[in-house]
T-cell receptor
Framework: GNSVTQMEGPVTLSEEAFLTINCTYT??????LFWYVQYPGEGLQLLLK?????DKGSNKGFEATYRKETTSFHLEKGSVQVSDSAVYFC???????????FGQGTILTVHP | DAGVIQSPRHEVTEMGQEVTLRCKPI?????LFWYRQTMMRGLELLIY????????DSGMPEDRFSAKMPNASFSTLKIQPSEPRDSAVYFC??????????????FGPGTRLTVT
């Protein structure tokens, strides 16, 4: 089955710093790739997605590009805000019933 | 749309008691997933359904756990008897799955279960 590996956290940044959270996957074929965000006390929310190689997903200033050659889907943001503090999950899909394989999650804390 | 609805939002119970968690998926969605989240184990997939039929329950930790989906708009996760180690946040998620489509899941707000 699929597997997803995220960079170890937690990640601590100052406001307006550049963010990268690494994500790599192993899969048969070319799965759809997703980033989810979980704010404290809430469920996971879809942040962005990409469905094929070289696709770039973007939302709220976050971006990730589907790299088939490196089997990666790294999340980036040019200038983080305190309100971006959350847990970020990378996920791979592509099965017949909609099952997603999640990474372990990366805690991001942004200080003023 | 109201999104995925879970109830109760918080549940505190004593060891040995039966606990039932409820989920209403987004209308029109045909796959439903139950997850458990803890600090120690992270996010775990327990069981999932497609068109109300259980597809894979290999993530269910023990026979004390059971799940049903009697119709397209309702699912339950039951723990009987409950134990302190079952304390966690339980999430329900749903998606609309079609052949060749892209299957983002939509999560509910979760039920925080505490077993004392």
């Amino acid at each position: 089955g699929n597997s997803v590996t995220q960079m170890e956290g937690p990640v601590t940044l100052s406001e307006e710093a550049f963010l990268t959270i690494n994500c790599t996957y192993t899969a048969t074929g070319y799965p759809s790739l997703f980033w989810y965000v979980q704010y404290p006390g809430e469920g996971l929310q879809l942040l962005l997605k990409a469905t094929k190689a070289d696709d770039k997903g973007s939302n709220k200033g976050f971006e990730a590009t589907y790299r088939k050659e490196t089997t990666s889907f790294h999340l980036e943001k040019g200038s983080v805000q305190v309100s971006d503090s959350a847990v970020y999950f990378c996920a791979a899909g592509g099965t017949s019933y909609g099952k997603l394989t999640f990474g372990q999650g990366t805690i991001l804390t942004v200080h003023p | 749309d109201a999104g995925v609805i879970q109830s109760p939002r918080h549940e505190v119970t004593e060891m040995g008691q039966e606990v039932t968690l409820r989920c209403k998926p987004i209308s029109g969605h045909n796959s439903l997933f139950w997850y458990r989240q803890t600090m120690m184990r992270g996010l775990e997939l327990l069981i999932y359904f497609n068109n109300n039929v259980p597809i894979d329950d290999s993530g269910m930790p023990e026979d004390r756990f059971s799940a049903k989906m009697p119709n397209a708009s309702f699912s339950t996760l039951k723990i009987q008897p409950s134990e302190p180690r079952d304390s966690a946040v339980y999430f329900c998620a749903s998606s609309f799955v079609v052949a060749g489509g892209n299957y983002e899941q939509y999560f509910g707000p979760g039920t925080r279960l505490t077993v004392t």
